[in-house]
């Protein structure tokens, strides 16, 4: 079954602290993996995306990494402001002719305290 | 641009009444998918256009729930008649190219059914 998890799925960090959001997936076939920051009240929005061929992706103080043999993918933040509080969605492309379906996680919810 | 445009922003509604959402994509965008997101189940595709037909509805919960495109700027989800487990936030999203770069969501649209 297609599936992406993600973990945690609540965490609470100081303002200036750096944080990891883990996903794993077992989508397949593979064709792209991306990750959404989703503000409460507004529609998620691209942070990045990779395929296959791409170990890590860089976003300003977002960094995303893919270990497509392990089927991992990780959200680095560095340097955490109050508006990096928000839902961070994993969302697995399956490769298919023509649409491209996309399976997504339920998200992290990550609140940056002051 | 203005990106993918929703309305209402919020839509509360009896039980039994008719509701229906609206999207408006982006100018160019020939994909348009309607979204649902709940806590428990995270974000769900219910149905997905393409040139403005239909193409896979598969994920439309039950017969209450219709969907239509009749032009390349406009799109209408509609649920009749609401029942309290419809409340959600509803999304729809538009691309150019399938699911690939410039797959944009709305801001949603939170529909409270009592």
């Known amino acids: 079954k297609n599936q992406v998890e993600q973990s945690p799925q609540s965490l609470i960090i100081l303002e200036g602290k750096n944080c990891t959001l883990q996903?794993?997936?077992?989508?397949?076939?593979?064709?792209?993996l991306r990750w959404y920051k989703q503000d409460t009240g507004r529609g998620p929005v691209s942070l990045t995306i990779?395929?296959?061929?791409?170990n890590t992706k860089s976003n300003g103080r977002y960094t995303a990494t893919l270990d497509a043999d392990t089927k991992q993918s990780s959200l680095h933040i560095t340097a955490s402001q109050l508006s990096d509080s928000a839902s961070y969605i994993c969302?697995?492309?399956?490769?298919?002719?023509?649409?491209?379906?996309?399976?997504f996680g339920t998200g992290t919810r990550l609140l940056v305290s002051p | 641009d203005a990106g993918v445009i929703q309305s209402p922003r919020h839509e509360v509604t009896e039980m039994g009444q008719e509701v229906t959402l609206r999207c408006k994509p982006i100018?160019?965008?020939?994909?348009l998918f309607w979204y649902r997101q709940t806590m428990m189940r995270g974000l769900e595709l219910l149905i997905y256009?393409?040139?403005?037909?239909?193409?896979?509805d598969s994920g439309m919960p039950e017969d209450r729930f219709s969907a239509k495109m009749p032009n390349a700027s406009f799109s209408t989800l509609k649920i009749q008649p609401s029942e309290p487990r419809d409340s959600a936030v509803y999304f729809c999203?538009?691309?150019?190219?399938?699911?690939?770069?410039?797959?944009?969501f709305g801001s949603g649209t939170r529909l409270t059914v009592v």
């Open positions: 999203a538009s691309s150019s190219r399938g699911t690939g770069h410039g797959y944009t």
């Open positions: 996903c794993n997936y077992t989508v397949s076939p593979f064709s792209n």
């Open positions: 990779m395929t296959f061929s791409e």
């Open positions: 969302v697995v492309s399956q490769l298919g002719t023509g649409f491209q379906k996309l399976v």
């Open positions: 100018s160019g965008h020939d994909y």
């Open positions: 256009f393409n040139n403005n037909v239909p193409i896979d």
